[in-house]
């Protein structure tokens, strides 16, 4: 049984970047949807789509974004956040990656946004993980 969802997307999306390929498939969960929802208003996927089968969780199907030479719009992707150690900031102290070049999911009180949301809308929560 896997203990931490979100590290198992990020392994996913990483290890699918790694070998070139053009989707990835995940488990769908409603915080699933809501960080591939940020991936994808910050241009770092091309599309996505939730599948739903009857009596089942269904899954969420990501079509990656590369570049002419085959290079992947996200460089990099980290868990910030573990089951075992949480990550809370305020709305000032929430990480800014590469001058904003990158983003950081952070879950609110008022739902799942980016570190510039969290700072226009002054709240901060718990950085789930980062992506450039």
């Not at 990501?62 to 573990?82: A, C, P």
Request: hydrophobic fraction near 35%; aromatic fraction near 6%; include cysteine.
């Amino acid at each position: 049984m896997l203990t931490d969802q979100i590290a198992d997307m990020f392994n996913r999306i990483r290890n699918a970047i790694q070998a070139k390929k053009r989707t990835v498939n995940l488990p769908a969960s409603n915080l699933k949807k809501e960080i591939t929802r940020i991936l994808f208003e910050n241009h770092f996927i091309n599309k996505y789509a939730f599948v739903t089968e009857e009596g089942k969780q269904g899954t969420i199907k990501i079509l990656l974004k590369y570049d002419d030479e085959q290079r992947s719009s996200i460089q990099g992707i980290k868990r910030i956040s573990t089951p075992g150690r949480k990550q809370y900031k305020g709305a000032q102290q929430v990480p800014k990656i590469l001058n904003g070049m990158g983003v950081a999911i952070v879950s609110t009180s008022k739902g799942v946004m980016t570190d510039k949301d969290c700072r226009k809308m002054n709240v901060g929560g718990e950085v789930i993980g980062i992506v450039w």
